[in-house]
């Protein structure tokens, strides 16, 4: 039986329409809520970066006087001119030539077994980094011969070094020496000048990776190889996969198997270099990374030596902590190998000094 309605009866609301208004109801909480939360979480990302942003200032300070090997002081030893107003990393493009020297427990020298020449400028945020074979002929001027000479590009460092200290240079002279004759010959090569130097041995290369956990990185060929005389034994399989710090040296140094004496060219290792160095930089600028600084800058002060004054230094990290890794280019030098160098293309080469200047120029 049909129920008849009044027609001053006013329509009592419907289930659905008590449920539409609970429900924009509900949504305009949840936007609050959703708004509320971003605003929180915004906050607090903003105080874990000013928070580890001072951390990291005031642990770099404390070990910056470790890794530079010169000093703004007057009359002391290996002593250099302050810098002049305006000339700061902060405010100029800098350059820098990046060695990893070929030291590490049990074996090794001083030949630079990786080159990379780097241009950085504070204003567009924006670098370079060219990957060189270590085995690159290199024509320069000698202004102590005052003639030309050739060599390869990784005796450099070595060979200046060991000069200064026949000479009776202290270990922080000849090092001083190795990269001024780095710096002078490579800036040369690129025609630009090289303004600073930087050296890391193969020991705190493998004591940063295993600080940040590892880094993760696709091995592009299995890698095999053994020598007792420089306690080398490189054991890797093909494939993506995590590497530890003993690992990554082994996937950035690998060049030759027993089965295949040319197994890995320079140019690959060069390739190598890059990924290595660009997926260490994305570990250390993640939160798991920012989280292990402190402990880098400890393994990394007595394995990193700069002819960049202390200050400087602070001034580079203030400058670029923060810098956009999509805003940096990393290139490799290609050429073709000429027993015992390794000829650079002209095309490549050229295409690194555009690089590098434009950098500069910007």
Sequence with gaps: MNKQISKNAQPQPTESRVTSRGTRKQKKSKKKIIITTILSIIII?????????????????????????VTEQEGEPNSIAPIAKGESVKDKPVTLVLLGIDQRKGGGGLNTD?????????????????????????SYYSKEKDAVEVRKANAFYANY??????????????????????RDVLGQFYDIPIQYAVSVN??????????????????????????????????LQPGPQTLNGKQT????????????????????RNNRQS??????????????????????????????YT????????RMLSTYYNINMDNITFMSLQGKWDNPYVIASEESLAEAKQLLQSILAE
């Design 45 to 69: 990302i903003v105080a874990v970066v000013v928070l580890f942003g001072t951390y990291i200032v005031n642990k770099v300070n404390s070990k910056f006087p470790e890794m530079s090997i």
């Design 114 to 138: 990786v080159m990379l020449v780097a241009a950085l400028n504070p204003i567009t945020k924006k670098g370079a980094v060219i990957a060189m074979p270590r085995d690159t002929r290199i």
């Design 161 to 182: 070094y060991v000069k200064a200290q026949k000479d009776g240079e202290d270990k922080n002279g000849a090092m001083l020496k190795g990269k001024a004759a780095v």
């Design 202 to 235: 193969f020991q705190g290369f493998r004591d940063v990776v295993d600080v940040l956990g590892g880094i993760h990185v696709d091995v592009d060929m299995r890698m095999k190889w053994t020598d007792s005389h420089d306690d080398t034994d490189i054991d």
């Design 249 to 268: 040296l082994d996937f950035v140094r690998f060049r030759q198997s027993k089965a295949n004496p040319n197994a890995s060219s320079d140019f690959e």
């Design 275 to 304: 990924i290595v160095l660009s997926a260490i930089m994305k570990k250390m600028i993640s939160l798991g990374g920012i989280t292990k600084i402190g402990d880098v800058i400890d393994e990394v002060s007595d394995d990193v």
């Design 307 to 314: 002819d960049m004054p202390t200050s400087e230094l602070t």
